[in-house]
């Protein structure tokens, strides 16, 4: 869903089906976009059926398949994202498998990454949550 009464001139939000109870009740949606650009609100590494695997790098898996779901919604792909951001609990302790998860699903040219250490994130039972930015120069056309 693309909810553009509720946005400003110029700007779009991204709301898929499996987000809609989140965006009821927090007024974030999964992306926005700008113009050609889109920017990819973090999404967490849970399953479908909102369980958080005990696995970080299961949750690594899961957000970046959670944030491949919503880039499809907005008609994006991995092959748009320019800028990632990721914050991880535990950051040293992901690190063996980070990039090798991120092969998964990113292919060159790759973007910009910028991965943070933190203390906690939104879901207490997280471990890694995500964000990107991605331009779309065919959006609209």
């Not at 967490?44 to 959670?66: H, I, K, M, Y």
């Not at 498998?97 to 292919?107: G, P, Q």
Request: hydrophobic share 40%; with cysteine.
């Amino acid at each position: 869903m693309t909810d553009r009464g509720t946005e400003p001139r110029g700007r779009d939000a991204v709301v898929p089906s499996d987000w809609t109870s989140f965006y009821e009740d927090t007024h974030i949606p999964a992306a926005v976009w700008a113009g050609d650009t889109l920017r990819v609100s973090s999404h967490a590494g849970e399953t479908p059926d909102d369980v958080f695997p005990d696995d970080p790098e299961d949750q690594l898996r899961g957000a970046f398949r959670n944030i491949a779901s919503t880039l499809a919604e907005a008609g994006a792909s991995w092959s748009d994202v320019v800028e990632i951001n990721s914050y991880h609990v535990g950051l040293r302790s992901q690190a063996d498998f980070m990039l090798s998860v991120a092969a998964e699903f990113l292919k060159s040219p790759y973007p910009a990454w910028t991965p943070v250490g933190v203390t906690e994130l939104w879901p207490p039972e997280a471990v890694v949550e995500i964000s990107c930015v991605a331009v779309v120069a065919h959006r609209g056309q």
